[in-house]
């Protein structure tokens, strides 16, 4: 290792001499100038090697991705506006290279040998090649990685990856377009709703009076807040989960954990459980045949004894040492 | 009303005894304050009575946040201490003294039964039935949500917030309802004195306005919300009170002159004025020139944003979203009386039935997205249940019935005679009843009659009660089992039954206290700071009021960095001790090692390219303590410290984690910058020393070796002193 260190150290002046000589100089400025067209540049393997040799001035990120449909990889479709937008606005805000900085792509399709040669498993991820020679150089530098799912896939996070670890210079910011096709629809849309709230307002007005409509949705709002909606909205849970047996298991083992069906179940036990007591507390005392008033006393406290006693199983199942019951379950 | 105050009064008054007595039966073995912020509540009031209030307005505690100290009187929710202050000096005054641990510990309980009070005054204004109030204050007594934080020993902002909240809130509507500038004045006060008690206010000073806005939105403006709303007085209600104040100007115009154009005109005039207004809000928001919302309150509404832009706020557990068996744990049935209580409320649907499907909602939202927040919600869901069951309760429990007998006279009336009085009199009735449908719920457009057969009444009487004794149980059940064993020490079930009581943490605190220099410097994560500065009574780096980002990140870097890099950070810092937390040995999960990601993370979002969570797991993603750790892991600070030594407790080879169930390996990690100088009983808290700078001026990785007595090796201490020397 030190041998090597100190063999690369005594490398450097040749370098310095036979970058002079060397049309190698002029690399940069060869890929800029396309660069400056479209970017992020489009490698294919002879690119690559060229642009990654071994004496570099300047600083390099190739993105290597397969775009094409049977590999079916849903990352690398979701970053690549995102790198365009990021390479594009580079160049855009760095038109005379002075950050020597540039920005490729490397598909499966056109780099089959690079990526056999660096035993590529994974895609998508961001291969950093800091200079070797000139300012800021880092002679012996490992090139660095920067994996998608561990961290972030907006163009702002590669961005700030990049500008850390390249030689200080300009760092032109990330400019989104305006899209300006979005401003037209949003706005036609507003404008078509204002128009019909105009149009039907009498239509309209007695909906949104309608003391129903608003309990309805308060109801609803509450009973989804209560079973742990946001919980799934935050933590991004799984819908259902197989049990390693062909079936479904509905409810996720453990305190703290859930399934996005379960806490549907568990709303839909609440809202019996809550329509049950309405029930009961309304409608059965407006009930003018003494009969049918006592039948349905009797059915509704049924449903609801049957349906708390499921919650309170389904809670034991949650929570082991829960120790209390009701029958039937 | 008015003659059945007294008698629900003393029934409130006895039960909430009842339950005070219930919580002093928590206090069995020793009054001890629990948890973590507790402690630093404790020292403040201890400070503020000892130098009384200007000094403690004045306080710049050196003892914290080592070196940059905390301006602590400037910075804290003075409402709690200055409460417990008063109480010991008006107790003082009376020639009782009672030492002030004693009133903080205590504090808690007391003023749960002035909440179950204040519960049973708000109930009442929002139901005729003065059974409901009654529920109301029981549930709110017992409800597990919020015994969580009324035990004694509870000493936290939340202990008396929740008080002031709920009562704050009965002062709203009953100022509302009155219409009366006296009860608003005391809206205000008690708004103030919530402002001051606690950072959780963000929530009243937004469903006050909101539930103003809602109002005139409803077209329900009147002279009382007017008289109410601007006696008592954050960004959304600025906007809501200029609001009241236009519409109030209008509505003055519209009764002086009743031309309907001119209505119209001014009409739109408020609507375009408001809506001019939020713009201007939303643009001066944009353009960063208010920020109206810090971090944690943002946290709220976009529910990824902590997580990528404050990890130390997504940290913390009581910031995690609530998963739907914590909604039962807290409330049990009460949970599903909940939306039948709100849909009672549309009943009506008066001004303060609107205040209550407000927060109901609002509640139930915060609640599902913060942990934390379901103690704002626990009041209102006792009301509501209170709402719904009182009313069953008043339906079913009464004696008289209304007599079948009318009915079935009443049918055949209708058979024999098509045109009877009768029917004609029932059907103009439903007519009536039809036409303010749109008015009324569907449910109760029919007359109520009543409940006929005893039988009915019996069933339900029963079923009820039974709902309710299991409630009991289970409130006692959970606060036995979850909430009653402070923090600090652990209790345990020893395999014939027996308790075992774990006092590691105490014993901890206790040897440094007496074997450390008065100005040692502890570090530890900030977990743990209030503690330290509280029953140790040393000087820590970070606590858990969490201001500094910076330095946190910096006590997470030292932790999870190697030996080299982390001993000038604790050189830099005048460190003299650092505290882990160690659960191998007992299995207690609650421990540093499992903590350990996230000092990871709070350091990888200020030096995102010196502290790498990746490094932490292994290639497939798993994170491991045992042979297979990555190397980053088995190098950095925690996990040396957490598994020093800890082979020495097994045969050769056989070590074991019981928190992550994985055999350690063969090898136990060495420390060169540090030397171990208190294990607790149970290895609960492991405090290790920090090495001065050695005597010869070797660097300490060849000082150990050569104390060994292992040969200098040539080329590694080299290389080793060349990176120790590094100093940033």
């Known amino acids: ?329 | 009303m008015a003659n059945s105050a007294v008698d629900p009064f003393l029934q409130g008054t006895t039960g909430r005894n009842t339950r005070g007595l219930l919580r002093l039966i928590i206090l069995w073995f020793e009054s001890i304050i629990h948890e973590f912020d507790p402690w630093f509540n404790f020292r403040a009031t201890k400070y503020l009575v000892q130098h009384g209030f200007y000094s403690f307005w004045d306080w710049f505690d050196d003892r914290t946040w080592h070196p940059l100290g905390r301006v602590t009187g400037g910075t804290l929710y003075p409402g709690l201490m200055v409460t417990s202050g008063a109480i010991y000096n008006v107790l003082r005054l009376l020639s009782m003294p009672v030492d002030i641990r004693n009133i903080c510990v205590l504090l808690a309980p007391a003023f749960s039964g002035l909440t179950a009070l204040a519960t049973y005054l708000l109930t009442s204004e929002l139901s005729p039935s003065p059974s409901a109030g009654l529920l109301a204050a029981a549930f709110m007594g017992i409800a597990p949500g919020y015994i969580s934080r009324s035990v004694a020993g509870s000493y936290d902002n939340e202990a008396i917030a929740i008080f002031l909240l709920v009562f704050t809130f009965y002062l709203w509507i009953k100022a509302l309802k009155l219409g009366s500038a006296f009860w608003g004045a005391l809206t205000a006060l008690f708004y103030f004195y919530m402002v001051s008690a606690w950072g959780g206010y963000v929530f009243i000073t937004n469903l006050i306005p909101l539930h103003a806005f809602v109002l005139i939105a409803m077209g329900r403006y009147s002279p009382r919300l007017y008289v109410s709303y601007t006696t008592c007085e954050h960004m959304s209600s600025l906007g809501v009170f200029g609001l009241l104040q236009l519409v109030g100007f209008v509505e003055f115009i519209r009764q002086q002159v009743p031309s309907k154009q001119f209505q119209t005109l001014l009409q739109s005039l408020i609507v375009a004025i408001f809506l001019v207004s939020v713009g201007i809000l939303v643009l001066l928001t944009v353009a960063g020139v208010i920020a109206p919302w810090s971090g944690r309150f943002y946290s709220l509404w976009d529910t990824g944003y902590a997580k990528i832009h404050i990890p130390i706020i997504a940290s913390v557990s009581e910031h995690q979203p609530t998963a739907w068996p914590a909604f039962f744990f807290d409330l049990n049935f009460l949970i599903w009386l909940f939306p039948a209580g709100v849909y009672l409320c549309f009943r009506t649907l008066k001004d303060e039935h609107v205040f209550v499907v407000i927060y109901s909602i609002l509640a139930s939202y915060f609640a599902g997205v913060m942990v934390r927040l379901m103690l704002t919600l626990t009041p209102v869901v006792c009301v509501a249940a209170a709402l719904a069951l009182s009313y069953i309760l008043d339906t079913y429990l009464v004696m008289d019935s209304p007599s079948a007998e009318a009915y079935v006279n009443d049918r055949t009336k209708a058979n024999s005679t098509t045109s009877g009085a009768a029917t004609s009199v029932s059907v103009q009735q439903r007519k009536a009843s039809s036409s303010t449908a749109s008015e009324s719920l569907r449910s109760t457009q029919d007359p109520l009659i009543g409940i006929y057969s005893s039988k009915s009444k019996l069933s339900i009487a029963v079923v009820i009660s039974t709902y309710l004794l299991l409630f009991v149980l289970h409130c006692t059940w959970v606060t036995s089992n979850a909430y009653s064993s402070p923090s600090v020490v652990l209790a345990s079930r020893l395999p014939d039954g027996s308790q075992h009581i774990i006092d590691d943490y105490r014993e901890a605190y206790q040897w440094l206290r007496q074997n450390t220099p008065n100005d040692a410097k502890i570090m530890s994560w900030w977990d743990y700071g209030y503690q330290i500065g509280g029953m140790a009574d040393r000087a820590t780096l970070v606590d858990n009021n969490t201001w500094n980002n910076t330095h946190i990140a910096t006590v997470g870097k030292a932790m999870s960095s190697r030996e080299e890099v982390s001993y000038p950070i604790l050189r830099q810092h005048d460190v003299d001790y650092v505290l882990v937390v160690f659960g191998g040995v007992l299995g207690y999960s609650g421990d540093d090692i499992n903590k350990f990601l996230w000092m990871v993370r709070i350091a990888e979002g200020v030096w995102p390219d010196e502290v790498k969570e990746r490094n932490f797991f292994t290639d497939r993603g798993e994170y491991r303590v045992d042979d297979e750790a990555t190397p980053t892991m088995k190098n950095s600070l925690m996990y040396k410290m957490s598994y020093y030594n800890y082979n020495a407790l097994f045969p050769p080879g056989q070590a074991r984690d019981r928190v992550r169930n994985s055999r350690l390996p063969a090898e136990g990690p060495r420390l060169n910058t540090l030397e171990e100088a208190f294990t607790s009983e149970n290895w609960i808290i492991r405090i290790y020393k920090v090495k001065d700078l050695d005597n010869v001026g070797r660097d300490h990785a060849s000082a150990v070796a050569f104390e060994k007595g292992s040969r200098k090796k040539e080329t590694t201490s080299k290389r080793r002193a060349a990176r120790v020397l590094r100093v940033e």
């Open chain 1, 1 to 329: 290792m030190k041998f090597l260190q100190a063999f690369t150290w005594s490398l450097l002046p040749l370098a310095a001499l036979a970058a002079k000589k060397s049309p190698k100089v002029e690399t940069f400025e060869k890929f800029h100038q396309k660069a400056l067209s479209s970017s992020p540049l489009k490698l294919g393997d002879r690119e690559y090697d060229e642009l990654t040799g071994p004496l570099r001035n300047y600083s390099v990120a190739v993105l290597f991705t397969a775009m094409e449909p049977q590999f079916g990889c849903q990352p690398c479709r979701e970053f690549k506006p995102e790198w365009e937008l990021l390479s594009t606005s580079w160049m855009k805000g760095d038109k005379s290279g002075e950050s020597r900085m540039l920005f490729g792509t490397l598909d499966f399709a056109d780099g089959k040998a690079n990526f056999q040669k660096l035993q590529v498993a994974s895609v998508p991820f961001i291969l950093l090649l800091q200079p070797t020679v000139g300012p800021g150089a880092k002679p012996n530098g490992q090139p660095l990685k920067y994996e998608f799912g561990v961290n972030p896939s907006e163009a702002d996070a590669v961005h700030g990856w990049v500008s850390r670890h390249i030689p200080p210079g300009p760092r032109p910011p990330i400019v989104r377009p305006v899209n300006y096709a979005r401003i037209v629809a949003v706005s036609t849309i507003v404008l078509g709703l204002l128009s019909v709230l105009r149009v039907a307002w009498h239509l309209i007005v007695p909906v949104i009076q309608n003391r129903n409509l608003w309990a309805a949705i308060s109801l609803i709002s509450i009973l989804m807040f209560t079973s742990g909606h946001m919980f799934n909205h935050i933590r991004r849970v799984p819908y259902v989960v197989g049990d390693g047996k062909g079936g479904v298991s509905y409810f996720a083992g453990g305190f703290s954990n859930q399934f996005g069906l379960e806490t549907q179940i568990v709303a839909a036990m609440y809202g019996v459980l809550s329509f049950a007591t309405i029930s009961l507390a309304l409608k059965v005392p407006r009930i003018a045949d003494p009969q049918k008033q006592q039948i349905s006393v009797w059915v509704w406290s049924a449903i609801m004894l049957g349906m708390y006693s499921f919650l309170l199983s389904t809670f034991r199942v949650k929570n082991g040492g829960y120790p209390f019951w009701l029958p039937p379950f």
